[in-house]
T-cell receptor
Framework: QKEVEQNSGPLSVPEGAIASLNCTYS??????FFWYRQYSGKSPELIMS????GDKEDGRFTAQLNKASQYVSLLIRDSQPSDSATYLC?????????FGAGTRLTVKP | NAGVTQTPKFQVLKTGQSMTLQCAQD?????MYWYRQDPGMGLRLIYY???????DKGEVPNGYNVSRLNKREFSLRLESAAPSQTSVYFC???????????FGSGTRLTVV
């Protein structure tokens, strides 16, 4: 059983729409939750971190965490073609950070 | 600031050869990590160093060794490369465990 699961996609949305990315995890003692963006052939880049239940907003990005359901999500509002990338969900317990395989997002002009 | 610097960017090895991947960070981070990324499997933790002078195994440590040379540098060594070690290797650092990572640009390694 994978520890961090994401829908591999591809997820395709039109420009200006809301993209919704989802992630579930299996380790109930996980304390820290992250979303990274990875462009093709590049390294992952941290875009959001969330540590407590609820929503956290940063610009066009909103991360949502529900520890009871072991569920993390990322909403991207007003999606742009430059948002086209693979989004990695990561879950950490101190120095042990586990990553999902990623969801590939395509934003069509 | 350079952030996290990895060398080399590309490498081709023959089975049985050895090599060391270098990683250095200039952000005064305490924790450093080595991951490998394979298609469809995501990033998997090889080794990490929570602080200078300490190292610990991650999810897939077999066939690798590491050295935390000082606070800035964390190297990964393949003693006898195998085709199964063909992958993209990323070094990362963070202020502490449980914080977000800054990744290096990666090393694409092919073992033939």
């Amino acid at each position: 059983q994978k520890e961090v699961e994401q829908n591999s996609g591809p997820l395709s949305v039109p420009e200006g729409a809301i993209a919704s990315l989802n992630c579930t995890y299996s380790d109930r003692v996980s304390q820290s939750f992250f979303w990274y963006r990875q462009y093709s052939g590049k390294s992952p880049e941290l875009i959001m971190s969330i540590y407590s239940n609820g929503d956290k907003e940063d610009g066009r990005f909103t991360a949502q965490l529900n520890k009871a359901s072991q569920y993390v999500s990322l909403l991207i509002r007003d999606s742009q073609p430059s948002d086209s990338a693979t989004y990695l969900c990561a879950v950490a317990n101190n120095n042990d950070m586990r990553f999902g395989a990623g969801t590939r997002l395509t934003v069509k002009p | 600031n350079a952030g996290v610097t990895q060398t080399p960017k590309f490498q081709v090895l023959k089975t049985g050869q050895s090599m060391t991947l270098q990683c250095a960070q200039d952000m005064n981070h305490n924790s450093m990590y080595w991951y490998r990324q394979d298609p469809g499997m995501g990033l998997r933790l090889i080794y990490y160093s929570a602080s200078e002078g300490t190292t610990d195994k991650g999810e897939v440590p077999n066939g690798y060794n590491v050295s935390r040379l000082n606070k800035r540098e964390f190297s990964l060594r393949l003693e006898s490369a195998a085709p199964s070690q063909t992958s993209v290797y990323f070094c990362a650092s963070s202020e502490a465990g449980g914080r977000g990572y800054t990744f290096g640009s990666g090393t694409r390694l092919t073992v033939v």
